[in-house]
């Protein structure tokens, strides 16, 4: 009787596993609301009946694809090969060559519609964002008047717009050569915070 339970409980975590990553996929070719639940299951392999199961609705399945590619991608920054452990800027590029990172870029366009369904999630995502550099800003590395809080702000919104840069034209945008301009004009204290 144990091994049918887990047996059972394996084939569960898997399905749901296959339809977040066919949903990622999807969603960061296709976008949320061109992605309907039959592409996904056609794409994953599994009853279109399992996405509600596992997830409730669409919503529930972008927020778990969320959460799943944002861990996975932050433990891929750290276990990155050839570069200085630590060094924010060096992380931040890891992040943005990420194949999986075209996912935020499809994504964007669609939240910043006042009536789009993932708007909320994306705030939320932003501000959890916002809190993790906040985090790591100390206040008197910033020139006079200048808030932590809105340092914070243009420096998410200069990464945002590099990888957009990027992921439009990769051969006009040099990443190394970004890290080192970001690297260069930030004060010493938060270029390899």
Known sequence: MVGMATRRIQRT???????????????AEKGYRQTSFIDIAERAGISRGSIPWHFGNKLGLLEAVLDERVHGMLAGIAASEGERPGDPLDQVMGFIRLPVTRLFITLLAEAVEVDSPIREHYARLHAALRQAVLARIPAQALSPGTTPEAFTVLMIGAIIGVHVQWRVAPEAVDLDAVRDAMRALLPADLGRA
């Open 13 to 27: 975590e898997e399905s749901r596993r296959l339809l977040v990553t066919a949903a990622a996929e999807l969603f």
